[in-house]
């Protein structure tokens, strides 16, 4: 059975209450801060969105990192990632999947790096090799041919597909919206991301409906 697991992080800058060397008060401007949520370093992670396939068939769909009682995000790092590596902890290099979009530079980067200064031990060993597409399948790259970059928003519209960039939320709000208390807009923003990268893996595999051509992606 092959598993499928696609996956977007959303982060935090550190916590201005216990700062780390070099995040002290005054130290550095408000924007130099919020500028350090994309520093696994610094940033901390906020929640883990995860769709999780089996066969084909979603099993598992959800955000890591909420209260169940509250809904509200709890804050608990080194829970959020105890709770990730457990979920995947029968993930098979040889045969599965980890999907996201800029996963490789970003997202999964930030986990393992994160896992460490949390001193969390991850349960499988993750592969950041570039130029393949397994273990880690990175949607962006895919599409780029490993040669430019682009954002999920601009991708989303190249497909025809609906963002999940609307209303106003995108990653640059995130934490604009956890000071003003709307746990729940993020997380149903982070697995929007989640949802909206699962669709252009299966357009860029074709899966699901396609018009029929060639033998492969890119016959012709």
Known sequence: MVTKVFLDAETLPPDQSDPLPGCE???RTEEEVRQLALNPQFGRILCIGLIVERDGEIITRGVLGRDRATGRFHLNEARILRAFWKLIRDFDARRDLLIGFNILDFDLHFICTRSVIR????????CFARYRQSPVYDVMWEFCHWRHRISL???????GLRSSKQGGVNGGRVYDLFLEGRHEEIANYCLDDVELTRLIYRRLNFIGDTDEGGSGPCSG
């Open 25 to 27: 008060s005054g130290s």
């Open 119 to 126: 001193r969390v031990r991850p349960s499988i060993n993750v």
């Open 153 to 159: 928003d601009e991708l989303a519209k190249i497909l």
